[in-house]
């Protein structure tokens, strides 16, 4: 009779093992799936030029990192046009020193390499406002992960680290009332 009892709990504790090893499995499948789906939607804003770089970290001349709030620092790209809102912390070779880099330009010329061994894009443009380029250096990793570098003869180099986000585009149908 105590075989019987033990068989019976060890096919119990089998059974549920199974069960949870399922659960863990399809919960497994489900972040593999989105995040196959946030890397193809990456993907196609970063080849189409509808995205946004989000930005919080800043790296000063001397090296040290000072964080910052994505919220308020930003690199739009939108087809030819570049807005760009970010803190600056560095020399300045004009008449007077800057905290920011904040300006909308288009972009003179765009060029963009996909490592696909590697799965990261290099992207170097050239934005003008005006008779001020800059030269903006963007490389995205496979999650969104970046890091951005910013030139102008203005100003010290700037490095900049962040995240990529797709810009999506409003559909042409109104929302439905749900009341």
């Known amino acids: 009779m105590k075989n019987i009892l033990f068989l019976l709990?060890?096919?119990v504790m089998i059974s549920s093992c199974t069960a949870s090893k399922d659960t863990t499995s399809s919960t497994r499948t489900k972040r593999s799936e989105r995040?196959?789906?946030a890397q193809a939607a990456l993907k196609q804003a970063v080849e189409s030029?509808?995205?946004?770089?989000?930005?919080?970290r800043l790296y000063t001349?001397?090296?040290?990192?000072?964080?910052?709030?994505p919220k308020f620092n930003y690199i739009i790209v939108d087809g030819e046009i570049a807005s760009v809102s970010l803190a600056y912390m560095g020399g300045s070779f004009g008449g007077r020193g800057i905290t920011g880099i904040n300006f909308n330009g288009h972009t003179v010329t765009y060029e963009m390499v996909n490592d696909q061994a590697?799965?990261?894009?290099?992207?170097?443009?050239?934005v003008a406002?005006?008779?001020?380029n800059f030269d903006i250096y963007i490389t995205i990793q496979p999650t969104g992960y970046c890091t951005v570098s910013i030139n102008n003869i203005f100003i010290?180099?700037?490095?900049?680290?962040?995240?990529v986000v797709p810009v999506t585009v409003a559909s042409d149908k109104p929302a439905e009332n749900k009341y």
């Open 49 to 56: 030029r509808r995205y946004i770089v989000k930005v919080s």
């Open 118 to 126: 590697k799965g990261k894009y290099n992207i170097s443009m050239k």
């Open 129 to 132: 406002k005006g008779a001020d």
């Open 61 to 69: 001349p001397n090296g040290f990192p000072a964080e910052l709030v």
């Open 9 to 11: 709990a060890i096919a």
């Open 156 to 163: 010290q180099s700037a490095s900049y680290r962040g995240q």
């Open 35 to 37: 995040k196959i789906a």
